[in-house]
C-alpha cells in the first residue's frame, strides 16, 4: 500500500512534466532548420542570467539509520549470531538501512550578487521501519519462530515510524552557475531538526513510565525530539537536457531550473543534551531531484 | 506567486492522477463483488417463453438472510439444517379455469415438454389450484432432499453447488406439452451445501496471546475466508466421523502428533493430538473453539492463553459461510512478545510521553525560539531595508 502511494506519486509527478512538455512541443511549430526563428526564448534562457528564482522545492530520497542506539544509557545485549552486543534498534529492525523520502521548501529571500542566495528553508520527511517483535520467553525452542534479526522473532509486528522536520537557512552559491556557467551549484544548510516519532506493535501493548517521569497508565510510546539539522551538497544542473521546456517554463513562470543533488545530511536529532529523548536523527547520503522558480 | 501557482498546478496534477487511480481501483472491486452473484437481491423474477401469464418475485426468507454479498437467497447446509423456507409471490394474470400452479425443479432440463416432468428428469416441488395472486413455499430441505438425495449431506457433489432452476408452471393439461408464455424459469437461487476443501501446509507461529496461522491457501474458487479451530492441546482423539463429502474420511484422529514441538509452534507437523479437532473432519459446532476468521492470509487464533499449547486447524469457508473440512492439526503456543518499545524501556531508555512531551525539556525550547527568531528577524530585516530603499527611490524622483 505504502509502496503503491509512492508509486502513484512519482507517476502523477511524471505524468504532469511530460504532459507539460507535450503540450509545449506541439505549441512550438518551429523547424529546426529555420534560421529565421521567431520565437528565440530557447537561446534566450541559454544565456539569460538575470532570471532569478525566488523558490526551491526539493524530492529527497535516502536511506535511513536511526541513531537510537548511540544515545547514552542504553545497555546493549548479545543477540545470537552476532558479534557484539547491540542496542535496542538493532536487537528488534537490525542493522540495515530504511527507506526515506522527503520534501523541502526553499525561500530564496537574500541575493548576494555573484555569491548566491540565502534563505530559510522548511522541509518534511517520512521513515518507517517494520519488523517481528522479540519472543519473551527465554529457551522457547525453535518451534513458531517468525525469521527474525537472530533467527527466530514473533509474528507480531513492530514498528518505529519517524517525521522529521527541520527549518533552515540555506546557502544556494549559484553565482558562478549563472555567471560563468558552471553547472553545479554547490549548498550548505543549517537549522533546527525536529523529529516527531512513534513506536507501534500489533499486540495492544500498555507501557509504564520510566524512572524519573510521573506515573501514567498508558504511556503513551510516542514523542518529539529536537536536534540540529546540518546539510553539505551539490546540485547538477539538468537543464541542459531540454532548455526549450526550461525557456518556456521560466516565460510561463513556473520554474527556472531543475537540478539533481547529492548531500550528506546530519540530522542530529538528540534532544539538544536531554537524557530523556529518543535519538531518531541520521547522518545519511541524500539524493533527490530539486527545481527553483 | 510562481511559486504558488506551480504549486497549485501540481497539487491538481497530483489531485487527478489519485482520482483516476482510485477511480480506476473500484471496479474491480465492483466485479469482485458481483461475481459471488447467483440469487443477488435485485428483482430477477421469471424468465423464458413470453412470460405473460405468470410473474415471479424474489422470495423472501422465514429465517435472516445471509448479507447481500453472500448470496441471501441461496441455500447453504445451516439454512437446510435449520429448514428454511423460500416464499415466492406469484402472480398471474387471467388463470385459466381448472388450471394448476405447479413448481418443478430441472437440473438445466426443460420442464416445459410434459416428456421430462414424465420421465423424471423434472421434481414437482409445489402445486396447487392457480390463483391470481399466490403465494409458493419452498422448504430448503425438501429441495435439497431431491436434489441430494441424502437430506442436507451432499457426499457427491463439488463445493460450488447447484444451480436451482424453477419452473413455474401454469398447466390446464398434464399430457400436453406447454407454450412457453404458461410459465417461466426461475435461476436466482443456489443449493451449496459443501464448504471449500482447506488449506495445507499449515504453520502455528508465535504471537502474545493468539497465534498466526499461515498456510497455503485453497486453490478452490469458492473460497471467501477461512476460520480457525483451537483447542487445548493433548486428551484422548476423538472418532473420526468421515468429514462427509469432500473431506474424505478423515486421518484418524489427529493420532500422529510426531511433529508437534512442545515448546513453540509448529513447522507443519503431521498433527497435534487433542480431543476435538480432526483433520478431514468437519469443525465442532461449539463456537468456543472458533478462534478467528479472515477473508485473506493469513489468520489469526486470537483468545488464547500464554505458555499453553493449543492444537489449531483451519477451515476454508465460501461465500455461503459453509464451512469445508479441516486442515492437518498443528500444535503452537503463544508467549509474551516484546515489541520495540518494550526493549528500548527495559533498556533503559526514558523517551516517550507523547509529543507534548517537549515541556521537559527548556533547551528545546530554547533552540526553537532561537531559529524561529532568527527567520523572522531576517524576514523583517529584509522588509525594511527594501522599504527604506523604495522611499529613498521615491524621494529621489519627487525632488527631480
Redesign the interface.
Known amino acids: 500500500m505504502r509502496f503503491g502511494a509512492v508509486a502513484c506519486f512519482l507517476s502523477s509527478a511524471f505524468v504532469i512534466a511530460a504532459s507539460q512538455g507535450e503540450a509545449r512541443a506541439q505549441s512550438s511549430g518551429i523547424p529546426d532548420t529555420n534560421w529565421r526563428q521567431r520565437d528565440r526564448t530557447e537561446h534566450v534562457a541559454r544565456i539569460d542570467d538575470s532570471y532569478r528564482p525566488h523558490f526551491a522545492l526539493e524530492v529527497r530520497f535516502a536511506p535511513y539509520y536511526p541513531q537510537v542506539d548511540d544515545a547514552p544509557g542504553l545497555a546493549k545485549r548479545a543477540v545470537p549470531g552476532g558479534s557484539a552486543p547491540v542496542g535496542p534498534f538493532e536487537q528488534v529492525f537490525g542493522s540495515g538501512p530504511q527507506f526515506y523520502f522527503g520534501l523541502e521548501f526553499d525561500w530564496q529571500a537574500l541575493r548576494i550578487p555573484w555569491v548566491g542566495s540565502v534563505g530559510p528553508g522548511f522541509g518534511i520527511g517520512y521513515t518507517n521501519r517494520t519488523a517481528q517483535a522479540l519472543i519473551n520467553a527465554p529457551g522457547h525452542g525453535t518451534g513458531g519462530c517468525h525469521r527474525g534479526v537472530d533467527g527466530c522473532h514473533s509474528a507480531e509486528d513492530t514498528s518505529l515510524m519517524i517525521v522529521p522536520m527541520q527549518w533552515l537557512v540555506v546557502f544556494r552559491f549559484d553565482g558562478p552557475m549563472r555567471k560563468l556557467r558552471v553547472p553545479v551549484v554547490p549548498y550548505v544548510k543549517a537549522g533546527v531538526g525536529m523529529g516527531l516519532w512513534e513506536a507501534s506493535s500489533d499486540a495492544d501493548k500498555s507501557y509504564s513510565s520510566p524512572p524519573g517521569r510521573p506515573a501514567e497508565v498508558g504511556f503513551a510510546s510516542s514523542g518529539v525530539t529536537w536536534g540540529y539539522h546540518l546539510a553539505i551538497g551539490g546540485m547538477l544542473l539538468l537543464n541542459w537536457l531540454d532548455p526549450g521546456s526550461v525557456a518556456r517554463a521560466r516565460a510561463g513562470g513556473d520554474a527556472a531550473n531543475f537540478y539533481l543533488f547529492g548531500e550528506w545530511m546530519d540530522a542530529g536529532l538528540r534532544g539538544l543534551g536531554s537524557q530523556n529523548q529518543l535519538w531518531v536523527g541520521t547522518s545519511t547520503g541524500v539524493v533527490g531531484l530539486a527545481v527553483d522558480m | 506567486?510562481?511559486?504558488l501557482?506551480?504549486?497549485s498546478?501540481?497539487g491538481a496534477?497530483?489531485l487527478?492522477?489519485?482520482l483516476a487511480?482510485t477511480a480506476g481501483a473500484q471496479p474491480a472491486a465492483a466485479q469482485t463483488t458481483s461475481s459471488t452473484g447467483t440469487g443477488s437481491t435485485t428483482t430477477t423474477g421469471c424468465e423464458g417463453g413470453t412470460n405473460t401469464l405468470v410473474s415471479v418475485e424474489d422470495p423472501t426468507r422465514n429465517i435472516d438472510p445471509r448479507p447481500a454479498d453472500n448470496c441471501p437467497l441461496c441455500i447453504s447446509a445451516r439454512d437446510c439444517e435449520d429448514d428454511a423456507v423460500l416464499r415466492f409471490a406469484v402472480t398471474i394474470s387471467s388463470p385459466p379455469s381448472g388450471s394448476t400452479l405447479e413448481v418443478w425443479l430441472g437440473d438445466g432440463d426443460d420442464c416445459f415438454l410434459a416428456e421430462n416432468r414424465d420421465d423424471g428428469l423434472c421434481a414437482q416441488v409445489w402445486s396447487e389450484d392457480a390463483r391470481t395472486s399466490q403465494s409458493v413455499e419452498l422448504s430448503a430441505r425438501a429441495l435439497a432432499n431431491i436434489v441430494t438425495g441424502d437430506d442436507c449431506n451432499d457426499t457427491g457433489g463439488d463445493s460450488t453447488g447447484y444451480e436451482l432452476n424453477l419452473h413455474f408452471l401454469v398447466v390446464t393439461d398434464d399430457s400436453a406439452p406447454l407454450d412457453p408464455a404458461d410459465g417461466c424459469n426461475y435461476s436466482g437461487t443456489r443449493l451449496d451445501l459443501l464448504g471449500p476443501p482447506p488449506p495445507t501446509d499449515v504453520?502455528?507461529?508465535?504471537?502474545?496471546?493468539s497465534?498466526?496461522l499461515?498456510f497455503t491457501p485453497s486453490s478452490d474458487s469458492d473460497v471467501a475466508g477461512y476460520d480457525v479451530y483451537c483447542t487445548e492441546a493433548g486428551g484422548t482423539p476423538p472418532a473420526n466421523t468421515g468429514g462427509g463429502g469432500v473431506g474424505g474420511g478423515g486421518v484418524g484422529g489427529g493420532a500422529g502428533g510426531s511433529g508437534a514441538?512442545?515448546?513453540?509452534?509448529?513447522?507443519g507437523g503431521s498433527g497435534c493430538p487433542n480431543s476435538v479437532l480432526v483433520e478431514g473432519d468437519y469443525p465442532p459446532t461449539a463456537d468456543s473453539y472458533l478462534k478467528g476468521h479472515s477473508t485473506s492470509f493469513?489468520v489469526v487464533a486470537a483468545g488464547l492463553q500464554n505458555?499453553v499449547q493449543y492444537a489449531c486447524a483451519i477451515a476454508a469457508t465460501d461465500d455461503l459461510e459453509n464451512p469445508g473440512t479441516l486442515s492437518e492439526v498443528v500444535?503452537?503456543?503463544a508467549?509474551?512478545?516484546?515489541?520495540?518499545?518494550?526493549?528500548?524501556?527495559?533498556?533503559?531508555?526514558?523517551?516517550?510521553?507523547?509529543?507534548?512531551?517537549?515541556g521537559?525539556?527548556p533547551?528545546?525550547y530554547a533552540?526553537?525560539t532561537?531559529?524561529?527568531g532568527?527567520?523572522l528577524l531576517?524576514?523583517f530585516a529584509?522588509r525594511r531595508r527594501r522599504s527604506t530603499k523604495r522611499n529613498h527611490i521615491g524621494g529621489g524622483r519627487a525632488g527631480e
Not at chain 2, 203 to 209: C, D, M, N, S, Y
Open positions: 506567486v510562481r511559486g501557482r506551480f504549486l498546478r501540481l496534477g497530483l487527478g492522477v489519485w487511480c504453520v502455528a507461529l508465535i504471537q502474545e496471546g497465534l498466526q499461515n514441538d512442545t515448546a513453540g509452534g509448529t513447522g493469513p505458555e500444535c503452537g503456543t508467549f509474551p512478545t516484546d515489541d520495540f518499545f518494550t526493549v528500548y524501556q527495559r533498556a533503559g531508555g526514558l523517551a516517550g510521553g507523547g509529543i507534548c512531551s517537549i521537559a525539556d533547551k528545546a533552540a526553537v532561537g531559529g524561529l532568527f527567520t531576517a524576514f529584509r
